[in-house]
Protein backbone atom coordinates (compact mmCIF):
# COMPACT_ATOMS: atom_id res chain seq x y z
CA UNK A 1 0.00 0.00 0.00
CA UNK A 2 3.23 1.94 -0.26
CA UNK A 3 2.30 5.30 -1.86
CA UNK A 4 5.90 6.11 -3.23
CA UNK A 5 7.86 2.94 -3.59
CA UNK A 6 11.46 2.86 -4.72
CA UNK A 7 13.83 -0.01 -4.92
CA UNK A 8 16.45 -1.06 -4.03
CA UNK A 9 16.27 0.82 -0.84
CA UNK A 10 20.62 0.11 -0.13
CA UNK A 11 22.72 0.05 -3.23
CA UNK A 12 26.60 -0.31 -2.87
CA UNK A 13 28.71 -0.61 -6.17
CA UNK A 14 32.11 0.22 -7.24
CA UNK A 15 33.65 3.04 -8.90
CA UNK A 16 32.59 2.61 -12.79
CA UNK A 17 29.72 0.79 -12.38
CA UNK A 18 26.38 1.52 -14.13
CA UNK A 19 22.96 0.98 -11.65
CA UNK A 20 19.34 2.07 -11.91
CA UNK A 21 17.16 2.92 -9.03
CA UNK A 22 13.24 2.09 -9.83
CA UNK A 23 10.53 4.21 -8.51
CA UNK A 24 6.64 3.76 -8.86
CA UNK A 25 3.51 5.83 -7.30
CA UNK A 26 0.32 4.54 -6.68
CA UNK A 27 -1.32 7.67 -5.79
CA UNK A 28 -2.29 8.90 -9.47
CA UNK A 29 -0.21 11.74 -9.41
CA UNK A 30 1.01 13.29 -12.77
CA UNK A 31 4.82 14.83 -11.77
CA UNK A 32 6.96 12.73 -10.59
CA UNK A 33 11.02 13.67 -9.14
CA UNK A 34 13.78 12.71 -8.20
CA UNK A 35 15.85 14.55 -5.68
CA UNK A 36 19.65 14.06 -4.50
CA UNK A 37 20.57 14.62 -0.75
CA UNK A 38 23.88 14.62 0.16
CA UNK A 39 25.67 14.07 3.51
CA UNK A 40 25.18 17.53 5.02
CA UNK A 41 21.35 16.67 4.54
CA UNK A 42 20.80 19.17 1.96
CA UNK A 43 17.91 17.93 -0.93
CA UNK A 44 18.67 19.49 -4.44
CA UNK A 45 16.05 18.28 -7.51
CA UNK A 46 17.90 16.68 -10.06
CA UNK A 47 14.84 15.65 -12.51
CA UNK A 48 11.23 16.13 -12.60
CA UNK A 49 8.49 14.67 -15.40
CA UNK A 50 5.07 15.55 -15.75
CA UNK A 51 2.78 13.32 -17.76
CA UNK A 52 6.13 11.33 -18.98
CA UNK A 53 7.68 14.25 -20.28
CA UNK A 54 10.56 15.62 -19.04
CA UNK A 55 10.49 19.63 -17.65
CA UNK A 56 13.20 19.98 -14.68
CA UNK A 57 16.44 18.95 -15.60
CA UNK A 58 18.69 20.79 -13.39
CA UNK A 59 22.77 20.73 -13.72
CA UNK A 60 23.16 16.88 -13.34
CA UNK A 61 26.13 15.17 -14.78
CA UNK A 62 24.43 13.64 -18.10
CA UNK A 63 25.78 10.20 -16.85
CA UNK A 64 22.42 10.91 -14.97
CA UNK A 65 19.63 9.59 -17.08
CA UNK A 66 16.05 9.45 -15.97
CA UNK A 67 13.21 7.76 -17.67
CA UNK A 68 9.69 7.65 -17.20
CA UNK A 69 7.28 4.79 -19.12
CA UNK A 70 4.39 6.06 -17.83
CA UNK A 71 2.83 8.45 -15.59
CA UNK A 72 3.30 6.19 -12.29
CA UNK A 73 7.01 5.34 -12.71
CA UNK A 74 10.46 7.41 -12.78
CA UNK A 75 13.54 5.48 -12.75
CA UNK A 76 16.96 6.99 -12.65
CA UNK A 77 19.76 5.24 -14.39
CA UNK A 78 23.50 6.38 -13.62
CA UNK A 79 26.55 5.78 -15.77
CA UNK A 80 30.30 5.38 -14.64
CA UNK A 81 29.79 6.18 -11.09
CA UNK A 82 32.04 8.12 -9.11
CA UNK A 83 32.43 8.66 -5.72
CA UNK A 84 30.70 11.80 -5.13
CA UNK A 85 27.41 10.28 -6.30
CA UNK A 86 27.00 8.68 -2.87
CA UNK A 87 24.29 9.86 -1.72
CA UNK A 88 20.64 8.98 -0.81
CA UNK A 89 18.41 9.65 -3.70
CA UNK A 90 14.38 10.11 -3.34
CA UNK A 91 12.07 9.63 -5.28
CA UNK A 92 8.56 12.07 -5.40
CA UNK A 93 5.74 12.73 -6.65
CA UNK A 94 2.49 15.15 -6.82
CA UNK A 95 -0.35 16.68 -8.59
CA UNK A 96 -0.06 19.53 -10.07
CA UNK A 97 -2.72 21.95 -9.84
CA UNK A 98 -4.34 19.89 -7.61
CA UNK A 99 -7.11 20.33 -5.22
CA UNK A 100 -5.12 23.49 -2.71
CA UNK A 101 -3.64 24.60 -5.85
CA UNK A 102 -0.46 24.65 -4.22
CA UNK A 103 2.29 21.77 -5.24
CA UNK A 104 2.87 19.27 -2.20
CA UNK A 105 5.04 16.70 -2.39
CA UNK A 106 4.63 12.76 -1.65
CA UNK A 107 7.83 11.37 -0.91
CA UNK A 108 9.49 7.40 -0.88
CA UNK A 109 11.63 6.19 1.54
CA UNK A 110 15.20 6.63 -0.25
CA UNK A 111 17.63 4.62 -1.86
CA UNK A 112 21.12 5.41 -0.01
CA UNK A 113 23.95 4.86 -2.73
CA UNK A 114 27.07 3.87 -1.70
CA UNK A 115 29.93 3.98 -4.08
CA UNK A 116 33.48 2.56 -3.26
CA UNK B 1 20.19 27.64 -6.40
CA UNK B 2 19.27 27.07 -2.71
CA UNK B 3 16.20 28.93 -2.04
CA UNK B 4 15.12 28.11 2.11
CA UNK B 5 17.82 28.27 4.97
CA UNK B 6 16.82 27.09 7.85
CA UNK B 7 18.15 28.64 11.33
CA UNK B 8 19.14 26.87 13.77
CA UNK B 9 21.25 23.91 12.56
CA UNK B 10 20.22 21.67 15.50
CA UNK B 11 18.22 22.19 18.48
CA UNK B 12 18.06 20.21 21.67
CA UNK B 13 15.56 20.48 24.35
CA UNK B 14 13.45 19.05 27.07
CA UNK B 15 9.96 16.85 26.10
CA UNK B 16 7.09 19.28 26.76
CA UNK B 17 9.02 22.28 25.93
CA UNK B 18 8.45 24.31 22.79
CA UNK B 19 10.47 24.12 19.85
CA UNK B 20 11.11 26.93 17.31
CA UNK B 21 12.55 26.92 13.54
CA UNK B 22 13.03 29.57 11.10
CA UNK B 23 13.39 29.42 7.72
CA UNK B 24 14.66 32.65 5.62
CA UNK B 25 14.46 32.55 1.54
CA UNK B 26 15.36 34.81 -1.09
CA UNK B 27 12.29 35.70 -3.91
CA UNK B 28 8.94 35.40 -4.14
CA UNK B 29 6.50 32.72 -3.22
CA UNK B 30 3.62 31.20 -3.61
CA UNK B 31 3.53 28.94 -0.84
CA UNK B 32 6.06 27.54 1.78
CA UNK B 33 5.73 24.81 2.89
CA UNK B 34 7.23 22.40 6.25
CA UNK B 35 8.43 18.83 5.87
CA UNK B 36 9.80 16.34 8.44
CA UNK B 37 12.30 13.84 7.82
CA UNK B 38 12.09 11.06 9.98
CA UNK B 39 16.21 9.04 10.75
CA UNK B 40 16.76 7.00 7.23
CA UNK B 41 12.91 7.60 5.83
CA UNK B 42 11.51 10.06 3.08
CA UNK B 43 10.40 13.98 3.96
CA UNK B 44 7.09 14.21 5.04
CA UNK B 45 4.44 17.25 4.31
CA UNK B 46 3.58 18.64 7.86
CA UNK B 47 2.03 21.93 6.97
CA UNK B 48 1.29 24.70 4.24
CA UNK B 49 1.11 28.27 4.08
CA UNK B 50 0.53 30.39 1.09
CA UNK B 51 1.88 33.96 0.56
CA UNK B 52 -1.75 35.93 1.04
CA UNK B 53 -1.76 33.98 4.87
CA UNK B 54 0.44 35.29 8.02
CA UNK B 55 -0.32 32.59 10.41
CA UNK B 56 -1.51 29.00 10.06
CA UNK B 57 -2.35 26.29 12.64
CA UNK B 58 -2.62 22.36 12.36
CA UNK B 59 -2.34 20.37 16.08
CA UNK B 60 0.73 21.31 18.05
CA UNK B 61 2.13 23.01 14.75
CA UNK B 62 1.89 26.78 14.17
CA UNK B 63 3.46 27.99 11.14
CA UNK B 64 3.94 31.91 10.63
CA UNK B 65 4.81 33.94 7.43
CA UNK B 66 6.71 37.07 7.01
CA UNK B 67 6.70 37.66 3.26
CA UNK B 68 8.42 41.48 3.51
CA UNK B 69 11.42 39.94 5.72
CA UNK B 70 11.09 36.81 3.48
CA UNK B 71 11.08 34.41 6.66
CA UNK B 72 8.95 31.41 8.20
CA UNK B 73 8.80 30.37 11.52
CA UNK B 74 7.57 26.43 12.65
CA UNK B 75 6.54 26.43 16.02
CA UNK B 76 6.22 22.89 17.65
CA UNK B 77 4.06 23.26 21.18
CA UNK B 78 4.64 20.63 23.96
CA UNK B 79 7.05 18.78 21.68
CA UNK B 80 7.53 14.99 22.89
CA UNK B 81 10.11 12.51 21.88
CA UNK B 82 8.38 11.18 18.37
CA UNK B 83 8.83 14.73 16.88
CA UNK B 84 12.73 14.15 17.18
CA UNK B 85 13.57 14.31 13.30
CA UNK B 86 14.93 17.12 10.70
CA UNK B 87 12.43 19.66 9.76
CA UNK B 88 12.68 21.17 6.40
CA UNK B 89 10.97 24.51 4.79
CA UNK B 90 10.77 24.53 0.96
CA UNK B 91 9.49 27.07 -1.06
CA UNK B 92 7.42 27.25 -4.17
CA UNK B 93 8.37 29.99 -6.49
CA UNK B 94 6.13 32.75 -7.66
CA UNK B 95 5.63 32.85 -10.97
CA UNK B 96 3.34 31.68 -14.23
CA UNK B 97 3.65 27.77 -14.85
CA UNK B 98 6.00 27.78 -11.57
CA UNK B 99 5.73 24.22 -9.44
CA UNK B 100 9.05 23.67 -8.24
CA UNK B 101 9.76 23.23 -4.67
CA UNK B 102 13.27 24.35 -2.99
CA UNK B 103 14.46 22.68 -0.26
CA UNK B 104 16.67 24.09 2.63
CA UNK B 105 18.95 22.93 4.73
CA UNK B 106 16.67 21.54 7.45
CA UNK B 107 16.81 21.87 11.43
CA UNK B 108 17.70 18.96 13.25
CA UNK B 109 15.79 18.88 16.24
CA UNK B 110 16.22 16.47 19.44
CA UNK B 111 13.86 16.47 21.86
CA UNK B 112 14.63 14.61 25.17
CA UNK B 113 12.78 12.44 26.79
Known amino acids: DTAVSQTPKYLVTQMGNDKSIKCEQN?????MYWYKQDSKKFLKIMFS???????INETVPNRFSPKSPDKAHLNLHINSLELGDSAVYFC???????????????FGAGSRLTVL | SQQGEEDPQALSIQEGENATMNCSYK?????LQWYRQNSGRGLVHLILIRSNEREKHSGRLRVTLDTSKKSSSLLITASRAADTASYFCATERAGAGSYQLTFGKGTKLSVIP
Open chain 1, 27 to 31: LGHDT
Open chain 1, 92 to 106: ASSRLGGASGANVLT
Open chain 1, 49 to 55: YNNKELI
Open chain 2, 27 to 31: TSINN
